[in-house]
């Protein structure tokens, strides 16, 4: 749930960067494009941060793993800027956020917005641990160098 003192937080919050790009396949994002955004606050601190946007109003999976002790939404806008005339220069901003998802920070479990737009949870990556080095040469080379042939033992 967004709580009504975030909304205000959220709405125009600066997207951090100069020149904004998608963190998944990195397609250069422009005023007016559609975005997800990762936004979080760390238990104690005032103000939001976006940790990392992505295109295309969230076509691109959520691979965020969600941190105890640390307020996190993840939303989708539009990138908008704001202008300061007196320093003569222009921020990128969040505009219309909608709430996908939260977490909050009595826990690391998401909560999914079934009312948001979009209509996939976020996905929880799991690490793995590496494969064997004699492993990944027993399943994966020829004694020759060459390509695996398919069904050769």
């Keep these: 749930m967004t709580r009504p003192t975030d909304l205000p937080q959220l709405t125009r919050i600066s997207i951090n960067t100069t020149r904004p790009i998608c963190q998944v396949c990195g397609q250069p994002l422009h005023e007016g494009d559609d975005i997800t955004a990762y936004a979080y606050r ?18 691109h999976e959520h691979p965020t793993v969600f941190t105890r002790g640390v307020r996190e939404y993840v939303l989708t806008g539009h990138i908008g800027t704001c202008s300061n005339t007196q320093t003569q220069s222009t921020t990128f901003v969040l505009l219309e956020p909608s709430t996908v998802v939260t977490s909050p920070t009595t ?42 042939r398919e069904g050769a033992e």
């Design 107 to 148: 826990s690391s479990e998401p909560r999914v917005h079934r009312e948001a737009t979009t209509p996939r949870s976020p996905t929880h990556q799991r690490e793995q641990e590496p494969t064997p080095l004699l492993t990944a040469v027993r399943d994966h080379a020829r004694s020759d160098g060459g390509p695996r």
């Design 42 to 59: 760390a238990a104690g601190e005032p103000a939001y941060a976006i940790g990392y946007i992505m295109c295309g109003a969230d076509i």
